[in-house]
């Protein structure tokens, strides 16, 4: 993979930073996607003193410009793009239906904004880059499921709902690029088990570090009985971009200690 041009959307979130630094311990070039400027910079200045060099781009994935911009970027700096990672998602609290409350009492407007985020999220930089790994004839691309694609969690409508979506949307490109592409263009998906991250940590975790009673039931459920390190994920991505799995796609691939295996019983 060495020499490899890599672009990572979400960047510099917690499984972001694991992807970047997985792949430029390869020798890869990152190029990191995010829209905060300063979070992008810190992370390349942390990279730099790990000794590794990438490079950032201000880059909002709901906004087309904004990619085709980023897109066109990558390629009159580096002249290709191999790998594409769409890592950028996310949930949005008037979009969570909380115990005390039912369907109706969601924001539809949130829903939205939540359904954006992870499906046209990944559609969008899907679509840009796409057109220059047809040019080139070859590409791999990337998307971050959920265990809440095979079976909604409770509470997260929206985000389970948008989850699935991407399973069916990895499926569809895998079918689409390798028609359009024979062996040269794959996608496939992980699907992440439960990380902690600033988005779901007081979900899973109380303020002393102790489990909530819904991070209690996920570990129940869970037979590795822990929650993912996002340095968990990097071997299966590594796998999943490496030419030598030139075979390998439309899969969605757990990382889950488990979880997805476990019956209850």
């Known amino acids: 993979m060495k020499g490899s041009i890599a672009a990572i959307t979400g960047g510099s979130g917690v499984l972001g930073k694991a992807f970047a630094k997985g792949l430029a311990e390869q020798g890869v070039h990152v190029y990191v996607l995010n829209r905060n400027e300063q979070d992008a910079q810190l992370m390349q200045e942390d990279f730099a003193k790990l000794g590794h ?22 390629i ?15 949930n949005m609290p008037g979009a969570t239906v909380m115990p005390e409350q039912s369907i109706t009492d969601i924001s539809i407007e949130d829903f939205k904004r939540v359904n954006d985020l992870n499906l046209l999220g990944t559609v969008i930089p899907t679509a840009a880059f796409a057109k220059p790994m047809l040019k080139q004839g070859k590409g791999c691309i990337v ?11 409770t509470r997260v409508v929206a985000y389970s709902a948008s989850k699935a979506a991407i ?25 992440p088990g439960f990380f902690v991250a600033k988005q779901n940590k007081a979900l899973l975790l109380h303020e002393d570090g102790t489990l909530t009673a819904r991070g209690e039931t996920i570990i129940s459920q869970t037979p590795q009985k822990r929650f993912g390190d996002p340095e968990d994920l990097v071997s299966t991505l590594l796998w999943l971009c490496d030419d030598r799995s030139s075979f390998v796609t439309g899969i969605i691939v757990p990382v889950d200690g488990g979880f997805s295996a476990f019956s209850g019983v």
Do not use: H
Not at 143 to 153: D, Q, R, V
Not at 170 to 183: F, I, R
């Open 53 to 74: 060099e990438i490079s950032t781009i201000t880059c909002d994935v709901l906004q087309e410009a904004s990619v085709k911009q980023a897109v066109e970027q990558i």
């Open 76 to 90: 009159s700096q580096s002249g290709k793009i191999d790998i594409l990672v769409n890592g950028a998602g996310g």
């Open 167 to 191: 399973n069916n949307f990895t499926q569809w490109m895998a079918v689409e690029l390798a028609n359009k592409s024979g062996k040269g263009i794959r996608v496939n998906a992980i699907a």
């Open 143 to 153: 998307n971050i499921s959920s265990m809440a694609s095979y079976s909604p969690l």
